[in-house]
C-alpha cells in the first residue's frame, strides 16, 4: 500500500470529511456529461462508492462497474446500497483488470492526484471504453486553493507549521489534466470549473468532519501539544468565513474535462 492510499483507508471518515462535497461536485459534474442513458460506466477510484451512487440517481446506467485499490474502501463501498447494483472490485488506475472497449463511459472522479503516473491512468482509461464513448475526471483544484480543507491548512502555516503538498498535487491544474488526455489522443476535450458550498452549521460540526479522518493535513494536529490545538481552533474560529445565518461556509472548487474517444 502506498503512503497516499494509507490516507484512506477507513471509509467512514472518509465518508465524513469528503463525502458529501463529493456528492455536490459530482452532481455538477454528471450533469454536465450529459450522458445518454443505458450507459456501461466504470468508476475508477471509486472509493466509498459517493460518486458511484451518482451515476445511479442521474444518468439511468445499464451497468457500472468500480475499482479501487483499498480493500477496506471496497469494503465500505460493498456495504453500501449503491452494492446492489455495482460490481465494485480491487484493482488500479494504471492496470484495469478489463478488457479493451468494455465500457460506455469511462470516469475518475477525485482521482488524479493519487495515480502515479496521471498519463497513463489516462491512457488506461481510454483503453478499456469503447470508440466514440466519454472519458472524464474532476479534481479539486488543490494547486489553487480549491481543496474543501484548505482554511484548515492556512491556519496550520500561521502558525509556522509546513503542510507539504502530497507528490501528485499539480496534477489537480486544469492545464495538466488536458495535458494528459491529449497525451492519450482523446478528442472533443473540453472543461470547467465545478463550485461547491462547504457548510457546516457550526464550528464543532466543522472541526469533527474536518479532522475525522487522519490525512496529511490532519497528522500535522495529531502531533501537537494540547496547547497547540487549541490555538489552532481558536484561529480557526476567528478565520473561518460565515454565513448571514452564523453557519461556517465557504466555496471549494474542482477542475473537470470530458472527452471522447476516437472512432
Not at 486544469?174 to 458550498?197: P, W
Request: aromatic residues 10%; charged residues 25%; negative net charge.
Amino acid at each position: 500500500m502506498t503512503d497516499t492510499q494509507n490516507y484512506f483507508i477507513d471509509g467512514e471518515a472518509y465518508e465524513r470529511l469528503m463525502g458529501r462535497f463529493t456528492r455536490a461536485a459530482g452532481q455538477v459534474f454528471v450533469d454536465w456529461l450529459s450522458a445518454p442513458k443505458g450507459l456501461y460506466w466504470i468508476d475508477v477510484g471509486c472509493g466509498t462508492g459517493a460518486f458511484t451512487q451518482l451515476l445511479l440517481d442521474r444518468c439511468a446506467p445499464k451497468r457500472v462497474s468500480a475499482v479501487d485499490p483499498s480493500v477496506e474502501q471496497i469494503a465500505y463501498a460493498r456495504n453500501t446500497p449503491a452494492a446492489e447494483r455495482v460490481d465494485f472490485q480491487i484493482g488500479a488506475a494504471q492496470s484495469l483488470p478489463f478488457d479493451d472497449a468494455t465500457f460506455d463511459a469511462g470516469i475518475m472522479a477525485l482521482v488524479i492526484t493519487f495515480v502515479p503516473d496521471p498519463n497513463e491512468a489516462v491512457a488506461e482509461l481510454r483503453r478499456v471504453t469503447k470508440p466514440g464513448g466519454i472519458v472524464a475526471t474532476y479534481m479539486w483544484d488543490i494547486h489553487n486553493k480549491g481543496l474543501p480543507q484548505n482554511p484548515l491548512r492556512e491556519a496550520l502555516e500561521r502558525m509556522g507549521i509546513e503542510v507539504s503538498f502530497l507528490p501528485g498535487h499539480a496534477h489537480s491544474r486544469m492545464d495538466n489534466i488536458v495535458g494528459y488526455f491529449e497525451s492519450a489522443g482523446l478528442e472533443a476535450v473540453a472543461t470547467r470549473v465545478i463550485e461547491v458550498d462547504v457548510v457546516y452549521a457550526n464550528f464543532d460540526e466543522y472541526w469533527s468532519g474536518q479532522t475525522a479522518l487522519s490525512n496529511y493535513i490532519v497528522q500535522h494536529i495529531t502531533k501537537m501539544p494540547a496547547t497547540g490545538v487549541e490555538r489552532l481552533k481558536s484561529d480557526l474560529r476567528e478565520s473561518l468565513p460565515k454565513d448571514k445565518d452564523g453557519r461556517i461556509a465557504y466555496k471549494a472548487r474542482a477542475n473537470a474535462v470530458k472527452s471522447r474517444v476516437p472512432r
